[in-house]
């Protein structure tokens, strides 16, 4: 009894992609937002985590609008208007929670919520 092993079973290519995605910068940047809205971080920790957040999403505007200008000009050049990306609204809402002081704010209305 002797066991065979195919070609196939040893030739299979890995499901998910290897990498870090534009997903998972997006999802680090809700992370980050989330974590400093309750509290996560100390008020000496803010700008460091402000100015990591503001690169997340600088970063992800930009592929935004390299993907919207990319579809303009295949519209354009197919003679059509350009459809809006599929990801391009999760990506541009992302500036909104990169800034510091708006997270500062909501932890101070969690706490009051809290203690009644």
Do not use: C, H, W, Y
Not at 44 to 67: H, P, R, T, W, Y
Not at 81 to 104: L, V
């Amino acid at each position: 009894m002797t066991e065979v092993v195919t070609n196939q079973e040893t030739q299979q290519a890995p499901t998910e992609p290897t990498g870090i995605q534009i997903a998972d910068v997006q999802s680090m940047l809700n992370i980050v937002d989330l974590a400093s809205s309750r509290g996560a971080f100390r008020a000496n920790e803010l700008s460091q985590v402000g100015a990591v957040a503001d690169k997340f999403a600088k970063f992800l505007k930009m592929i935004a609008d390299q993907q919207k200008a990319k579809a303009e000009a295949e519209a354009k050049a197919k003679g059509e208007t350009a459809p809006a990306p599929a990801e391009a609204p999760a990506e541009t809402s992302a500036p909104a929670p990169a800034e510091a002081p708006a997270s500062t704010e909501a932890p101070a209305s969690t706490e009051t919520k809290q203690g009644e």
